[in-house]
C-alpha cells in the first residue's frame, strides 16, 4: 500500500510529522465518485494554522492540518468530468458541494452540505467538518469539478508555481478583505496586520488602483517587507497614535476604508503592545475610517478561544464600539473568503505578470520535515510565507 506523510497538531505549541493513512476516494463508508486524489505540490503555513498550533481553539490532538493546497491528480472518481489525471490544480480551503442554495449564490465559504455542525467546511480546521488536512504528501479532495483550478498550462503554471499556491487561501482572502472594504482607483487604504494576509492584502489594494496603501504592525521586519513592494506603514509599539502616524502620511488622521488582517489574537497599541486586547484592531479601524467608508474583516474571529483574556473573550464576545461604527454608517464584512469568487481572475493576474504575490509575502520553501521549526519560526512573527515542498518539486522547479 502507498505511504503518506502528514504534520499533526499534537497539543499546544507542538506538531509533528507522522505517518497517516494514504487516502481513499471514500466518505466514510460510502464511496466519493466525485473526488480525486492528488499528490501535493505545495502546501502553506497559514495564520489560522497558528492559532490551532498556539492552543487557541478547541481544535484535538492528532489532527493533520492544513487547508492551503495545490497539487497533481493522480486519482480521479467515476463521476469527475472534467478535471484530468496528471492536471496541475488549486485547492479551495473551502470545501463546497456545488448543489446547496448558499454554494448556487456563490457563497462557498458556508456551504450546507459538507459540515454537519454548521455552514462552512475545510481541510484540516477546527470544527469544520473533519476533513483531513493537505499538510502531507496526499490529500482527498471532494466535488472536485466545483471546487478546484485547473491551471492551463503545466509549463507556464509550474514557472510560476510558488505564487499559484498562495490561491489556495491567502491571495484571495487578501483581496476579499480589499474588495470587500471597497477598495478602488484612488483609494487610501489601512490594512491592520502585516503577516501573510495583511501582506497579500495590501498587494491587492495596489492591483486594484489605490493611492495610498497604509501596513500597521508591531514586528520591523514585516513592517519592511511591506514597504518592499511600495507600502507606508505604521509602527503600533510607537508612542505617536495610529491617528497621528496615518495624518502624517497622508495630511488627515482618516482614511477611505481600512481592513482587518489581525483577528482575535489582537494586541494593544503604543504602550499596551504586549497586552492581549481582542476588540483593539475593530476600535481602531472604526475610528480612522471615514464616515460612510468600510471595513473588510477577514481577520479571523472563533466562538470559542480557551486562552482568551476573559469569560467574554473566549466565546467571542467581543467590547467593540459598534455605537461609532453606526454613527458613522460602516459597512462591515465579515466570515470567510469564498475563495472561488476570486480565484480564477487571481491566477490570470498572476500568470500574465500583473502581481508578483510570492515576492510581495515573501514566500519560503521549506520541507515537510521542517513544520515544527516552520511553525516555531512563524510564530516569533517572521516575516515569512512557508510553503511545503513535499515531494521536492518546487525546489526542483527553482
Not at 504592525?217 to 509602527?235: K, N
Not at 491617528?243 to 488627515?252: C, H, K, L, P, R
Not at 489581525?262 to 464616515?291: C, K, Y
Amino acid at each position: 500500500m502507498a505511504s503518506n506523510r502528514g504534520v499533526a497538531y499534537m497539543g499546544s505549541g507542538n506538531v509533528e510529522v507522522q505517518s497517516i493513512d494514504y487516502p481513499k476516494l471514500a466518505l466514510g463508508d460510502r464511496k466519493c465518485d466525485h473526488g480525486v486524489i492528488l499528490k501535493i505540490v505545495a502546501t502553506n503555513i497559514c495564520g489560522r494554522d497558528q492559532h490551532m498550533v498556539r492552543g487557541r481553539t478547541t481544535a484535538p490532538t492528532g489532527l493533520i492540518l492544513g487547508h492551503e493546497i495545490t497539487g497533481e491528480v493522480i486519482e480521479a472518481g467515476r463521476d469527475v468530468e472534467f478535471i484530468k489525471v496528471g492536471d496541475i490544480v488549486s485547492v479551495p480551503f473551502n470545501i463546497a458541494c456545488g448543489r446547496c442554495r448558499n454554494c448556487k449564490e456563490r457563497k462557498t465559504g458556508i456551504c450546507e452540505s459538507v459540515n454537519p455542525a454548521r455552514p462552512g467546511a475545510a481541510y484540516g480546521y477546527v470544527d469544520m467538518g473533519g476533513w483531513v488536512g493537505g499538510q502531507a504528501e496526499y490529500v482527498m479532495c471532494p466535488y472536485a469539478d466545483f471546487n478546484l483550478l485547473k491551471f492551463p498550462d503545466r509549463d507556464q503554471a509550474m514557472a510560476k508555481i510558488q505564487d499559484l499556491a498562495l490561491l489556495s487561501d491567502i491571495f484571495p482572502t487578501g483581496y476579499h478583505g480589499a474588495v470587500t472594504a471597497g477598495v478602488t482607483t484612488g483609494s487610501v487604504v489601512y490594512v491592520a496586520g502585516g503577516g501573510p494576509v495583511g501582506l497579500a492584502c495590501a498587494a491587492s489594494c495596489h492591483l486594484l488602483g489605490a493611492a495610498v496603501v497604509i501596513v500597521g504592525d508591531m514586528i520591523a521586519d514585516r513592517l519592511a517587507q511591506a514597504r518592499s513592494f511600495g507600502c507606508e506603514t505604521v509602527d503600533l509599539t510607537q508612542g505617536a497614535s495610529i491617528e497621528e502616524q496615518i495624518a502624517e502620511i497622508v495630511g488627515e488622521p482618516l482614511v477611505d476604508c481600512a481592513v482587518d488582517c489581525v483577528g482575535f489574537e489582537a494586541r494593544g497599541h503604543g504602550a499596551d503592545s504586549a497586552v492581549e486586547q481582542p476588540a483593539t484592531v475593530l476600535n481602531a479601524l472604526m475610528t480612522i475610517t471615514r464616515a460612510g467608508g468600510a471595513l473588510g474583516i477577514p481577520g479571523l474571529y472563533v466562538t470559542e478561544d480557551p486562552g482568551g483574556v476573559d469569560d467574554n473573550a473566549k466565546f467571542g464576545r467581543l467590547s467593540i464600539r459598534i455605537g461609532l461604527g453606526w454613527a458613522k454608517s460602516h459597512e462591515f464584512t465579515t466570515g470567510q473568503c469564498p475563495v472561488m469568487k476570486y480565484h480564477r481572475q487571481l491566477m490570470m493576474a498572476i500568470l500574465h505578470d500583473k502581481v508578483q504575490i510570492a515576492k510581495a509575502v515573501n514566500a519560503t520553501v521549506i520541507t515537510l520535515d521542517d513544520a515544527p521549526s516552520g511553525y516555531k519560526d512563524f510564530d516569533k512573527g517572521a516575516a515569512k510565507k512557508f510553503i511545503f515542498d513535499p515531494h521536492g518539486v518546487l525546489g526542483a522547479v527553482a
